[in-house]
């Protein structure tokens, strides 16, 4: 089992729609969790941390299952500006840090 | 705009050439890595400096030589590259110890192109 799997879509939604990415880890001793958003051409840049149950930042939430050993990221009402890469990070320890391969979202007017 | 500065942004190099790529960061973080990215994959961790010293070399062959010169400072020395080292080469920093794992800030990357 890789050490972090996405479903690289794309996901191709309207505005204005809710959509979920899911991110499945294998290392059970994780406590910490990622999402970044890399748009075409550009750096990866931190969108949310995810320590515990989850976290919510306006339109985003963030939910860990670590019985199930898995992160998700829900968008609400989708804007054309979300369209991106989202990329799932998982540290294994010491500074070692695995990305997933990347869901692309696509928001379409 | 982001505190991670990384030159050259382009670079065209001949298989035969060195060259050197460069970041720094003024947020006085403690780790600084080296990530290189393919087109459509993830980016691959490279190299770890955690306080200046390498902490993780993940298996990079040694035509890639990284070097930490102080805290803010962190190159990526380039010798004798394949045209398959072609990529976009990310550098980020994080706080270090203490402070969590994953939030790393990337600079804007340099991207390579080996002929």
Not at chain 2, 48 to 63: A, F, G, M, Q, T
Request: a positive charge.
């Amino acid at each position: 089992r890789k050490e972090v799997e996405q479903d690289p879509g794309p996901f191709n939604v309207p505005e204005g729609a809710t959509v979920a990415f899911n991110c499945t880890y294998s290392n059970s001793a994780s406590q910490s969790f990622f999402w970044y958003r890399q748009d075409c051409r550009k750096e990866p840049k931190l969108l949310m941390s995810v320590y515990s149950s989850g976290n919510e930042d306006g339109r985003f939430t963030a939910q860990l299952n670590r019985a199930s050993q898995y992160i998700s990221l829900l968008i609400r009402d989708s804007k054309l500006s979300d369209s991106a890469t989202y990329l799932c990070v998982v540290p294994l320890g010491g500074n070692k840090l695995v990305f997933g391969a990347g869901t692309i979202l696509r928001v379409k007017s | 705009d982001t505190e991670v500065t990384q030159t050259p942004k382009h670079l065209v190099m001949g298989m035969t050439n060195k060259k050197s790529l460069k970041c720094e960061q003024h947020m006085g973080h403690r780790a600084m890595y080296w990530y290189k990215q393919k087109a459509k994959k993830p980016p691959e961790l490279m190299f770890v400096y955690s306080y200046e010293k390498l902490s993780i070399n993940e298996s990079v062959p040694s035509r890639f030589s990284p070097e930490c010169p102080n805290s803010s400072l962190l190159n990526l020395h380039l010798h004798a590259l394949q045209p398959e080292d072609s990529a976009l080469y990310l550098c980020a920093s994080s706080q270090g110890q203490g402070a969590p794992a994953g939030e790393l800030f990337f600079g804007e990357g340099s991207r390579l192109t080996v002929l």
